[in-house]
Nanobody
């Protein structure tokens, strides 16, 4: 059974920074892609950033240059460094792991950007 445990959300002022972490537990071998999605109230869940075993990354246009995704492979863990945060970044952020045909989600962590 794969589980994803997230941490690092909270309240921050515009222009501030936060770092999200997500650790995967369970028996995981082979190639995986790990990433972050977010969902604001009344909106769909959208991709923020993703990184695979080889370090290939992909970002939503709205966060390019401000967010940085990274990962550790031994115990799959993914991080999202969020800088220059804006009010429109406010959402619940969900960790995601894709492993073969399987997909797993974390419980979500709230990020609120407000003065």
């Amino acid at each position: 059974q794969v589980q994803l445990v997230e941490s690092g959300g909270g309240l921050v002022q515009p222009g501030g920074s936060l770092r999200l972490s997500c650790a995967a537990s369970g028996f995981i071998l082979g190639r995986t892609a790990m990433g972050w999605y977010r969902q604001a109230p009344g909106k769909q869940r959208d991709l923020v950033a993703v990184v695979n075993n080889g370090g290939y990354t992909n970002y939503a246009d709205s966060v390019k240059g401000r967010f940085t995704i990274s990962r550790e492979n031994i115990k799959p863990t993914v991080y999202l460094q969020m800088d220059s945060l804006k009010p429109e970044d406010t959402a619940v952020y969900y960790c995601n792991l894709k492993w073969g045909s399987e997909e797993y989600w974390g419980q979500g962590t709230q990020v609120t950007v407000s003065s």
